[in-house]
């Protein structure tokens, strides 16, 4: 038996899911009541006339803003990996390395690279997901 993508799909959903219904998860609702009380996002979206229009346009305008955010970064990281590959070609020759094996060392060099820098992005990552968690609460009482 080969392990084709859609098998792991599969797994990967029935395990989500049995380990929702036994409890291993965290709980959907408190986890976003949680994420949408943080103290930087708490006072947002409060106005009571125009506060759930501005958390639908939010909402909207990043469910339509992300994936072409994620495809410009996985571009850029493209554009780096092939730039360290062709600058780093004469040394992996010299030691035998296969260049499947170069681009997975990139790769881990970019993932470690984004790792240590991470006091710059997480904290804004982590207001934006407290952000769209309180906007969801908004609009969806």
């Known amino acids: 038996m080969t392990l084709r993508p859609s098998r792991v799909l ?41 506060g759930r229009a501005e958390a639908l346009f ?8 992300t994936p072409l955010t994620a495809l410009a970064t996985l571009v850029v990281a493209g554009f ?6 062709t600058i780093l070609r004469p040394i992996t020759t010299r030691l ?8 997975a060392l990139m790769v881990l060099a970019i993932l470690w690279g984004a790792y240590a820098a ?6 804004e990552s982590m207001k934006l997901v407290s952000l769209m968690a309180r906007a969801l609460v908004v ?3």
Request: aromatic content about 8%.
């Open 58 to 65: 939010m909402l909207f305008t990043f469910l339509l803003m």
């Open 139 to 141: 609009v969806m009482p």
């Open 118 to 123: 991470r006091e710059l992005w997480l904290p």
């Open 10 to 50: 599969l797994l990967l959903a029935a395990l989500l899911l049995i380990g929702g219904y036994l409890g291993l998860l965290p709980n959907v609702h408190e986890t976003m009541q949680r994420l949408a009380s943080r103290p930087d996002v708490a006072g947002t979206f409060v106005d009571p006339t125009a």
């Open 96 to 103: 035998g390395l296969p260049e499947w094996g170069m681009r």
């Open 80 to 85: 780096v990996i092939i730039v360290l590959m």
